[in-house]
């Protein structure tokens, strides 16, 4: 990627602050950047990520393929100002309450977002743009521990956690749907049709403790899995290690 691609692609991202960048190839632009990115995001709605292009994007916006790099330089660019655009769509409300229920809404606003836009657990996260929705929503999460007695390095640490966790739990909620909706039955249709041949094939005096359990989670979930219910024990229990870790810690002096 050359220096000019960077600097375009940073002016494209805080456009808002420093003005739209015109292109320098082409007749003259027909749509903003924000229409563009609208158009794109659309295109990642309905085809996950594996399956977009700028051909597509152009398509939508009935332009031709060449035209849609005078907005964006590359599908990376443009990518990752679809996640900084959509990063922008919730609001950011004041903090309110403990560390631990902020800490609860940090993670649910991202579990929404992985649930109306499912392609964004497909963008590989490990070098992200730093885009203006991107850094006002880490600065809003960090507020949300600030002065709970994490140093600087757990700060950061403990958002990355939380993020990391709820993109996880959101991946295999949204694989799960994916899957019944391809198969066009639900879990308990299946287990309804499956069930006789796995009670030949798995006795319980085979597998006691995996049958007890299973039935127990069977008979609670209606399903293979509850993941908003695993989502959030797996959340409190993240935040039960972040208390310990807190309480473990002598208390200053007053």
Do not use: C
């Not at 700028?54 to 849609?68: E, N, P, T």
């Not at 990518?79 to 403990?98: C, N, Q």
């Not at 908003?228 to 473990?248: A, M």
Request: proline residues 7%; charged residues 25%; glycine residues 8%.
């Amino acid at each position: 990627m050359e220096n000019q691609d960077v600097d375009r692609t940073l002016t494209l991202l805080w456009r808002r602050k420093l003005g739209t960048p015109q292109g320098s190839r082409g007749p003259k632009q027909r749509f903003s950047v924000d229409e563009v990115l609208a158009a794109g995001i659309a295109v990642a709605d309905e085809e996950g990520l594996p399956a977009f292009s700028m051909r597509k994007v152009a398509d939508r916006l009935g332009l031709k393929l060449m035209s849609i790099y005078t907005y964006v330089p590359s599908r990376d660019e443009l990518i990752g100002l679809m996640v900084d655009e959509v990063m922008g769509e919730p609001d950011l409300p004041p903090h309110e309450g403990g560390w631990r229920e902020r800490l609860v809404v940090v993670a649910r606003q991202m579990w929404n977002e992985f649930h109306r836009h499912p392609w964004l657990l497909q963008v590989d996260p490990s070098r992200p743009w730093i885009g203006p929705n991107g850094s006002d929503r880490y600065e809003w999460q960090l507020a949300a521990i600030e002065g709970a007695g994490f140093t600087d390095l757990e700060m950061d640490q403990t958002i990355t956690l939380i993020s990391d966790f709820t993109a996880a739990s959101a991946r295999a909620d949204v694989n799960a749907l994916r899957a019944a909706e391809q198969s066009g039955i639900s879990d308990a249709e299946w287990w309804a049709v499956n069930a006789p041949v796995l009670d030949r094939l798995m006795p319980p005096d085979a597998y006691p403790i995996s049958g007890r359990v299973g039935v127990a989670a069977g008979e609670e979930y209606n399903a293979v899995r509850d993941s908003e219910r695993s989502f959030r024990f797996g959340l409190d229990r993240i935040l039960d290690g972040l208390e310990q870790l807190l309480s473990s810690r002598p208390r200053p002096r007053s």
